[in-house]
């Protein structure tokens, strides 16, 4: 199995599952612990196949305006916490990442969601045929 993050190379990549209206956070195959925990402590729900697929998903009973303002409210504290996150159009909600970037500059950020210290990684030029997507 492959994934989104695995395939350009960032640490987190957000996007609607093909063919489901599941909002789906990849991570690389490798990715460490922090960032899993991280995902989980920002209300993903974390999922898994086998011994090393390792996947996020937005929490299936919010409602679909809730669920992509969730996944963009979690984008500022990935950010912070040195993480490079993709998200594509159609998930992003403009408010709910302002509202986030807001609630962390002004020390009222939500409980739970308290960044944590990651190494910051380089994010190679996504390949030619790569669909859109909105890197923050």
């Known amino acids: ?6 395939e350009y190379g960032t640490d987190v990549e957000i996007y609607v599952k093909a063919l489901t209206t599941t909002i789906h956070a990849d991570t690389p195959t490798d990715a460490p612990e922090q960032l899993l925990d991280l995902l989980d ?9 086998g011994p090393i697929y390792v996947w996020h998903v937005v929490p299936e009973h919010l409602d679909a305006d809730e669920q ?10 990935l950010l912070v916490a040195g ?6 159009p159609e998930v992003f909600d403009e408010a709910a990442y302002q509202q986030a970037v ?14 944590t ?7 190679p030029a996504p390949p030619s045929n790569a669909p859109s997507r909105r890197a923050r």
């Open 1 to 6: 199995m492959s994934n989104r993050a695995d």
């Open 41 to 49: 402590q920002l209300g993903l729900e974390r999922r898994t196949a």
């Open 68 to 77: 992509r303002r969730l996944a963009s409210h979690a984008i500022p504290a």
């Open 83 to 88: 993480y490079t996150v993709n998200c594509t």
């Open 102 to 115: 807001h609630e962390i500059r002004s020390g009222h950020s939500r409980p739970g969601a308290e960044p």
């Open 117 to 123: 210290a990651a190494p910051a990684a380089s994010t």
